[in-house]
Each structure stands twice: as structure tokens, then as C-alpha cells.
């Protein structure tokens, strides 16, 4: 089978007292760093772990004999500023608790996640500053979602902006004609 040090995952094994006893090369790339640079830190005297959690997290994972997850964003002691999914699982080797370490690239995600929140963040003001309204409709469910412009412009409450395709064109046509029915 594969080997630690042959796996694209960066994996790293920390022995009880801190000290990184093997790290393979996925793992010191990630972090920007050397198998040999890695291997000489210990996670108890890095103020990045400290700061993110991921100390907290060792030292638990160590002490309850219970995996511990968590997603970070953490400057590596390198320079390398990096979002991972961090999982520190306690392992015995030879007989002594040790943790291993592995961890999952978020960078791509993030950086996605952050591009379309600043997307709807740009959509939203251009909607705001030109007085245009937005609506959806969820052919699934049958249910139109509208946005505070919409319901006001078909007289529906700020907090009815949900409604069906039926209801909406009642309250449209009522706004249209000044309340009265249309046959």
C-alpha cells in the first residue's frame, strides 16, 4: 500500500511532548517549509497553533484519546498564510501517544466562498442603486421568493416576500388597477 511520505495528503506524526517525529513532503509544501525544518518544530512552542486552536486541539486529542477536527486559517511559522480543515488524530506508536496530523487544502473553496460573497455584495448595491428588484421562482416547491422592492411594489408585507405565482399576480394586478378586479 502507500506510505506516509509517498501520500499527496500533507500528513505530519507529533510524539506526546511535541515534537514532530515524521512529516511527509505534501505536508512540509503545504506549510512552505523543509521535511528536515518541519521535523525540528515542536507544536507546543508555535504561536500559530496557539493562536488558530490548533494547540488546544493536540493537546485534547492527546489527552481524551478522541480525534479532533476543526477549519483554520493559520500563517505557518514559514510565512505561508493557508486555509485547511486540520484532523489531529491520536495514534500509539511503540507504546507512547503520538498525534497524527492531516491536513486538507481550503484555499481554492475560500477563495471561491469570498469571490461570490463579494459578488451578491456588489449585485446587492447595484440593485439598491438603481431601484431594481429581484425575484425567484423555486419550480420545485411552487414558491416565489421576492426581495423588499418586489413586495412593495405588489403591496405584499416586508415579511410575505415569500408567495406563489397565483398570489402574486392577485396582488400585481390589484396594485395595476388601484385595487380593482380585473376579469
Known amino acids: 500500500g502507500i506510505r506516509m511520505h509517498q501520500s ?8 506526546g511532548n511535541g515534537e514532530c517525529v515524521l512529516a511527509n513532503d505534501a505536508y512540509a509544501k503545504f506549510i512552505g517549509a523543509t521535511q528536515a525544518a518541519v521535523r525540528r518544530q515542536n507544536f507546543n512552542s508555535l504561536a500559530s497553533w496557539q493562536v488558530s486552536g490548533l494547540l488546544t486541539d493536540c493537546h485534547t486529542a492527546l ?17 505561508v498564510t493557508l486555509w485547511c480543515e486540520s484532523r489531529i488524530v491520536p495514534v500509539h506508536l511503540k507504546g507512547e501517544k503520538h498525534i497524527l496530523i492531516q491536513l486538507f487544502d481550503l484555499s481554492e473553496r475560500k477563495r471561491d466562498e469570498l469571490a461570490l460573497r463579494e459578488s451578491r455584495e456588489r449585485l446587492a448595491m447595484a440593485l439598491d442603486a438603481t431601484l431594481l428588484s429581484i425575484w425567484e ?15 412593495g411594489i405588489v403591496w405584499l408585507s416586508s415579511d410575505s416576500k415569500v ?15 388601484g385595487g380593482a378586479e380585473i376579469e
Not at 477536527?69 to 511559522?77: C, D, G, I, L, P
Not at 408567495?163 to 388597477?177: Q, R, S
Open 63 to 79: 489527552e481524551e484519546q478522541r480525534p479532533q477536527q476543526r477549519e483554520v486559517q493559520v500563517t505557518s511559522s514559514f510565512g
Open 163 to 177: 408567495t406563489t405565482p397565483v398570489k402574486l399576480a392577485v396582488c400585481a394586478n390589484a396594485n395595476l388597477t
Open 8 to 15: 499527496p495528503l500533507p500528513m505530519a506524526v507529533y510524539a
Open 137 to 151: 421562482f423555486d419550480i420545485s416547491s411552487g414558491v416565489v421568493h421576492l426581495d423588499d422592492q418586489w413586495a
